[in-house]
């Protein structure tokens, strides 16, 4: 086995891509890459320089592993700012930094994508390895993985990687027949709100309207990249995506995402959008014109769950944060992050406060569990 490494993720056609990567998790499909790179969203301006890494056996490609030469630590979701500032108070630069991520993206996946016929640990040494290696330069710090899967998560462990853990909300289907039936599984008081909400909804005079992306008119993506974007100017911040990664991205593979319009006065006020995976689906984005009582619960949360209901999908992932997420049935778990630094000094510091670290998570994470809505 051997590696290489790209510096665009249009060094490699879609087909040898994806057929190691697969198609179930939409992230890391080539599409959805290739949809970052040409609508400028990630870029060496931006701060994300593409570097992945691909692994042959002979001439067959046997893994891959989307990687990116970072020079901050902005659109990750796994917040190592406090690291960066412990480096520099010491005169040594955190950045640039190895990155082994989906930009912009939360959402637990595959983050090295190996063939069933492979040895897995044997490819991720390899990988590992050739990161090492690469680091040698004084100006590399670390190599961070983000969102793994648990699997994943315990064969970098095994490989001497730190973990680090924090809690998301997701929701799963218990064989649900209607979004009814769901709330059949909550207590009174917490079926009534839902109803109640949803019912506040119509009585302003908003429909939903759900659209599989590849219906999706230009005219409906500028409206969303609008309402995109506000979320972010509301927070004083700028949006990460550039307007041409949507359509792109529904040009490419449109039959994975789920776009979510609310309609009033035949006028969209808000939208919400979502991607689909085998059995998972992942809320994405979400803007609104104004505030409408309980709409961002509607278009992000309740349209998504009917979706997973009426489609068979097991999981609903929303994505980072959302404590508000509790009381309408998303049940708290792990994700987990792998990370290497080759400083031992700083290593060793990081391993100590991660290890305190999971003990607050594992305590929050039980505590998050006491509030769900369900029958006792």
């Given amino acids: 086995m051997y590696v290489t490494q790209i510096t665009s993720i249009k060094d490699i056609v879609a087909d040898q891509w994806n057929t190691v990567a697969g198609m179930d998790y939409p992230f890391l499909r080539h599409e959805f890459l290739l949809a970052l790179e040409q609508s400028g969203s990630i870029s060496e301006q931006t701060g994300w320089q593409s570097r992945h890494l691909l692994i042959w056996q002979d001439q067959e490609l046997i893994a891959l592993m989307p990687l990116y030469l970072k020079g901050h630590s902005r659109g990750e979701y796994v917040f190592d700012q406090q690291w960066a500032q412990a480096f520099q108070q010491m005169g040594q630069s955190y950045y640039p930094k190895w990155l082994t991520a989906i930009p912009f993206t939360p959402c637990q996946g595959p983050r090295i994508a190996i063939k069933e016929t492979v040895n897995q640990i044997q490819v991720m040494q390899l990988a590992l390895t050739y990161i090492q290696d690469t680091a040698t330069q004084p100006t590399i710090s670390s ?108 040009a490419l593979m449109g039959e994975q995402l789920l776009l979510v319009l609310a309609i009033k006065d035949q006028q969209t006020v808000g939208a919400a959008l979502s991607f689909v995976g085998k059995d998972t689906l992942y809320g994405r984005y979400w803007g609104c014109y104004e505030e409408f009582d309980f709409l961002h619960f509607e278009a992000c949360y309740y349209q998504g769950l009917e979706y997973c209901i009426a489609h068979g999908l097991q999981q609903f992932d929303s994505g980072a944060q959302g404590e508000h997420k509790i009381a309408r049935g998303f049940e708290p778990i792990t994700t987990y992050s792998a990370h290497w630094l080759k400083d031992e000094h700083f290593s060793k510091a ?6 305190r670290e999971q003990k607050q998570v594992a305590l929050y994470k039980q505590e998050a569990a006491r509030y769900l809505p369900f029958k006792k």
């Fill in 143 to 250: 190599w961070h993985c983000l969102f793994l899967l648990p699997q994943q998560k315990d064969q970098l462990e095994s490989l001497g990687l730190a973990i680090r853990e924090d809690v998301q909300f997701h929701w799963f289907n218990k064989e649900y027949r209607t979004f009814d039936d769901f709330l059949q599984t909550f207590s009174a008081s917490k079926r009534k709100m839902i109803r109640r909400e949803r019912r506040k909804v119509e009585e302003q005079g908003i429909c939903l309207l759900q659209i599989a992306g590849k219906d999706v008119t230009e005219a409906q993506w500028r409206d969303f990249y609008q309402l995109y974007t506000l979320t972010y100017l509301k927070k004083g911040m700028q949006p990460y995506l550039q307007a041409a990664f949507f359509p792109t991205c529904a």
């Fill in 350 to 355: 990081i391993r100590h406060f991660l290890d």
